[in-house]
């Protein structure tokens, strides 16, 4: 919609800019108005943003169990007892 109304563009060129800059590849059509330069940057922003959370949402399990596997969190308990103990 914003590009739709900012960037007076029709229906599908507000689609495909839309689309291009939610896979990351920015807008395809000129951006005429500093309004619908605007929404460009802020939309660009947010999908960059979400983007990093769902890695960060996906990533974490797999680096949870890499921890477990090496037993890094038992070795570091170890070695903090073995500092208090001398």
């Known amino acids: 919609?914003?590009?739709?109304?900012?960037?007076?563009?029709?229906?599908?060129?507000?689609?495909?800019?839309?689309?291009?800059?939610?896979?990351?590849?920015?807008?395809?059509?000129?951006?005429?108005?500093?309004?619908?330069?605007?929404?460009c940057r802020l939309l660009c922003a947010l999908f960059g943003m979400v983007f990093l959370v769902a890695v960060g949402v996906l990533a974490a399990p797999v680096l949870h169990r890499l921890l477990h596997h090496f037993h890094l969190e038992e070795a570091a308990r170890s070695a903090a007892k073995g500092r208090k103990e001398q």
Do not use: H
């Open 1 to 39: 919609m914003g590009y739709r109304l900012l960037g007076e563009m029709s229906w599908l060129d507000a689609f495909l800019n839309a689309a291009m800059i939610l896979g990351g590849m920015g807008p395809v059509n000129e951006l005429k108005s500093s309004a619908a330069k605007v929404l």
